[in-house]
C-alpha cells in the first residue's frame, strides 16, 4: 500500500542553521501540507500546497519557512534560521483531493538546541 | 478559539469493553476526522464523515455526527490491547482544507 515517507527521522541542528526536512507524498496526490506537533500538544496546521503553490499557511508559517516541490515526486520543508521553538515533530500528509483524507508521514523529530 | 476539542482527555477501560470519545465543534464543517496516534508515532487516518453524513462505520470502529450540536463520537468496539493509542478529530471547513485538530484522547486498553 503506498505511504508517505519522511526523512530524516530525526534532526538535530544548533539554533540558527537552516533545516531542510523531506517528503516524499503519495505518487497520484495533488494536495501536500505540513503539520508540527509540539511535544505534548496539538497538532497544528503549517501551509498547505497545490498546483504548485501555497493555496493555505497559518500564522506559525512566517518569513523563516519555505516549502517547495523541487521535482514530481518530492515535498521540503525549510526552515531558514532555527529557533528553540521550532523544536516539534513535523508531519507531512498528502491527499487526492481537498476535503478528502489525508495521509501522513511517519513525521521528523527536530530538535534545537 | 479551538475548534476541535476531545472528551475525555484520558479514558482507561478493561479490554473487550467499548470505548466512546467525545469531539465537539464550534463552527461549521466540511468533514470531520478522526485519527489515531500511537506514542511517539505518526497519525494513521481512521474515518472521514462529511457534513451531510449522521453516522459512518469501519471494522470495530462506529462515528456518529451532530451537526445541529456540533459534536462527534467515536466509538471503539470490544478495545484491544492494541487500540491503546491517542485519538484526534480532526475538522475541515468548507472555506478552505486544512484539518483543525482538537488536543486528543488518550485511549488506554488494560489486559
Known amino acids: 500500500e503506498p505511504e508517505v515517507t519522511q526523512t530524516p527521522s530525526h534532526q538535530v541542528t544548533q539554533m540558527g542553521q537552516e533545516v531542510i526536512l523531506r517528503c516524499v507524498p503519495i505518487?497520484?496526490?495533488?494536495?501536500f501540507y505540513w503539520y508540527r506537533q509540539i511535544l505534548g500538544q496539538k497538532v497544528e496546521f503549517l501551509v498547505s500546497f497545490y498546483n504548485n503553490e501555497i493555496s493555505e499557511k497559518s500564522e506559525i508559517f512566517d518569513d523563516q519557512f519555505s516549502v517547495e516541490r523541487p521535482d514530481g515526486s518530492n515535498f521540503t520543508l525549510k526552515i531558514r534560521s532555527t529557533k528553540l521553538e521550532d523544536s516539534a515533530m513535523y508531519f507531512c500528509?498528502?491527499?487526492?483531493?481537498?476535503?478528502?483524507?489525508?495521509?501522513f508521514g511517519p513525521g521528523t523529530r527536530l530538535t534545537v538546541l | 478559539s479551538q475548534q476541535g476539542e476531545e472528551d475525555p482527555q484520558a479514558l482507561s477501560i478493561q479490554e473487550g469493553e467499548n470505548a466512546t470519545m467525545n469531539c465537539s465543534y464550534k463552527t461549521s464543517i466540511n468533514n470531520l476526522q478522526w485519527y489515531r496516534q500511537n506514542s511517539g508515532r505518526g497519525l494513521v487516518h481512521l474515518i472521514l464523515i462529511r457534513s451531510n453524513e449522521r453516522e459512518k462505520h469501519s471494522g470495530r470502529l462506529r462515528v456518529t455526527l451532530d451537526t445541529s450540536k456540533k459534536s462527534s463520537s467515536l466509538l471503539i468496539t470490544a478495545s484491544r490491547a492494541a487500540d491503546t493509542a491517542s485519538y484526534f478529530c480532526?475538522?475541515?471547513?468548507?472555506?478552505?482544507?486544512?484539518?483543525?485538530w482538537g488536543a486528543g484522547t488518550k485511549l488506554i486498553i488494560k489486559p
Open positions: 505518487s497520484n496526490h495533488l494536495y
Open positions: 500528509a498528502s491527499g487526492y483531493s481537498s476535503y478528502n483524507e489525508q495521509f
Open positions: 480532526a475538522t475541515v471547513l468548507d472555506s478552505n482544507y486544512q484539518l483543525i
